[in-house]
């Protein structure tokens, strides 16, 4: 039953360069974010989308760019990957609104992708 | 932005005994707080949320409480289970620079239940 994928588990790039991550989601979700995690400081948003060719930048987006050009797909690029870029980055999506008689703005995430840059 | 802390990072418990993570957050606009629980090497998923208008919700052993005035919530989990151990994220949905909601996280708690 999976619901948002993500293009690879595993990932080892050089630095400088450039970096392509996908996610796609079958759920008709209008948001989609990406995330990365890494050890004691949680999940930090890096940018979001609300819809198709729109994005929004998270707390974290120095080095990363977005593409959203169709609505279940979503796209995080890494320009000229350095060593700092090293994680796991987590892929998430969620409807806009909540559905009727619900409260909820659960987000469902991808499996994640562990980026190693050497 | 929203801020959001969250307390403690490591938790451990005996089996069968209560445990409480708390966090707090900054932003009095946030309206929505929800919990995930990430098992070793899974995604996050969600397991308890709460609205700003409510003040506590429970389901089976967990429960979440919410103090809008001194901007803290609270997950509880009663008569803990080897199976809980996992890390705990709390999150608050507050504005963006432009307008939308998004969640912020805050650092997790490995919460890890011994037998």
């Known amino acids: 039953d999976v619901k948002v994928t993500q293009s690879s588990r595993y990932l080892v790039k050089r630095t400088g360069e450039k970096v392509f991550l996908e996610c796609v989601q079958d759920?008709?979700?209008?948001?989609m974010f990406w995330y990365r995690q890494d050890p004691g400081l949680g999940l930090r948003l890096i940018y979001f989308?609300?819809?198709?060719?729109?994005?929004e930048k998270g707390d974290i987006p120095e080095g990363y760019s977005v593409s959203r050009e169709k609505k279940e797909r979503f796209s995080l690029i890494l320009e000229s990957a350095s060593t700092n870029q090293t994680s796991m980055y987590l892929c998430?999506?969620?409807?806009?609104?909540?559905?009727?008689?619900?409260?909820?703005?659960?987000?469902?995430f991808g499996p994640g992708t562990r980026l190693t840059v050497t | 932005g929203e801020n959001v802390e969250q307390h403690p990072s490591t938790l451990s418990v005996q089996e069968g005994d209560s445990a409480v993570i708390k966090c707090t957050y900054s932003?009095?606009?946030?309206?929505?707080f929800p919990w995930y629980k990430q098992e070793l090497g899974k995604r996050p998923q969600l397991i308890i949320d709460?609205?700003?208008?409510?003040g506590e919700k429970k389901d089976q052993r967990i429960a979440v409480t919410l103090n809008k005035t001194a901007k803290h919530f609270s997950l509880h989990i009663t008569e803990t289970q080897p199976e809980d151990s996992a890390v705990y994220f709390c999150?608050?949905?507050?504005?963006?620079?432009?307008?939308?909601?998004?969640?912020?996280f805050g650092s997790g708690t490995r919460l890890q239940v011994q037998p």
């Open positions: 932003d009095s606009a946030s309206n929505y």
């Open positions: 989308s609300y819809d198709v060719k729109m994005k």
């Open positions: 709460i609205r700003s208008n409510v």
């Open positions: 998430a999506s969620s409807l806009l609104s909540p559905r009727s008689g619900s409260n909820t703005y659960e987000q469902y």
């Open positions: 999150a608050a949905r507050g504005y963006r620079d432009m307008g939308r909601r998004a969640l912020t």
């Open positions: 759920m008709d979700h209008e948001n």
